[in-house]
DNA sequence: TTATGGTTTAACCATTTGGTTAACAAAGAT
DNA sequence: ATCTTTGTTAACCAAATGGTTAAACCATAA
């Protein structure tokens, strides 16, 4: 940075006031008053550092985005078998969301209201991709470890059970008829429960 | 209705322009001016029928709600085996969410925004309770039809596996690199994969 | 025919909202 | 010291948006 910098880091101070409402209200819903309040500082600033609402929701989307790639990465792109990548996955995910709740389902919601982002974040470096994992299902479905399946098919699975709790926290809770606490305590115990789950249903 | 009628149900016409505006860009994104033009008919007659944008919401929520509901009741509240219910539920659910692709998030996206959403629809007459499934799964294990397993991880598993990537449709896409005619015919797929691999997973 | 009352529209309104501007403050740089 | 660049603010602006109003429309009953 070749700026004077006479402030503390007003720009991070933005970006995380950003992330807080972004996320919590979407694009959408979102307030440029209402995140220069939460930082603390007069809403010109907001233009000063990012130009646009679009700008400033677009550097809070791929921080988002970036933080869940490497994630993902684990499960994909290691060299541990299928049993060991579900058993990991499924605890350290579950452990990673349950710090950060609001993330997976911003990124799924400004997904669907914009699917191009995804081209945009796609080229980032560290991007995951498929194909070792499909590569590796195969080989194990035919050395007889794993029951036949497919590999995209499996890859969905494991997403869909690990993610869509935290996706539709308020739905579950309501059928479940449990509060915060219970929540928390059933993400607990699908950490371990889940990766069972799915273990199960592919070994020999 | 006392209504005199003059019109070929004007009432309906907002309520279908509603629905798809607000499914399509959710609250906060839905503009009241693009509700009026896909209807084919004035502003003012929006507030005329339904006194304001919450409550005109809320009609299409409740709405929606109400198609998904009878869905769950299925999976919930018949007498078949445990077995016969996922293998029926995933392959009606799935049938039936292809042709209202945006229902789930729609919901799901609106809880989030207020939970208390949930306590207004729970009122409904048909709203489905997890009492007798609970039940069922227990019998089952007990009876060794079942591995151990509790029965609300097994539903949260169920509904997961099922609605995640109606959800999460524009980042499947990405992550599998398809398009929208691989993505259907996954999901053609998955009518039957995804009972399988539930089955496989519970059953002795 | 004409009153009546629900229905429909164009024009209007107040507020909200993203964004701009001009003036000012605080550091360097000269 | 003073000049220049960077950071910060209050006041302002134009457009968008949810909502209102008053007048017109039109089917029907008296």
Redesign the interface.
């Given at each position: 940075m070749a700026k004077t910098n006479k402030n503390q880091d007003t720009e991070g101070q933005i970006l995380n006031a950003a992330e807080s409402v972004f996320q919590k209200?979407?694009m959408?819903?979102a307030r440029m008053q209402e995140i220069a309040d939460e930082a603390g500082i007069n809403k010109a600033m907001l233009h000063y550092y990012y130009r646009s609402k679009q700008l400033l929701f677009e550097a809070v989307f791929s921080n988002a985005f970036s933080l869940l790639a490497p994630q993902?990465n684990k499960i994909l792109n290691d060299d541990s078998s299928i049993e060991d990548k579900v058993k990991n996955f499924t605890h350290n995910y579950i452990t990673f969301i349950s710090k950060h709740p609001y993330l997976p389902?911003f990124?799924?919601?400004e997904?669907?209201?914009n699917?191009k982002f995804?081209e945009k974040i796609?080229q980032n470096a560290a991007f995951?991709t498929?194909e070792k994992f499909k590569n590796q299902v195969n080989e194990e479905v035919e050395k007889g470890i794993l029951?036949p399946?497919?590999g995209?098919?499996l890859?969905?699975?494991i997403?869909?059970?690990n993610?869509?709790?935290f996706?539709?926290?308020?739905?579950?809770?309501?059928?479940?008829?449990i509060d915060d606490k219970a929540f928390k305590k059933?993400m607990e115990?699908?950490k371990v429960?889940?990766s069972e789950?799915?273990i199960?249903?592919?070994k020999k």
């Open positions: 209200k979407g959408d819903g993902l389902n990124i799924i919601q997904l669907n209201r699917p995804f796609q995951p498929l029951k399946i497919d995209e098919q890859f969905v699975n997403i869909s059970l993610i869509f709790p996706v539709a926290t308020p739905l579950i809770k309501g059928f479940l008829k059933m115990e699908r429960s889940v789950f799915i199960n249903s592919i």
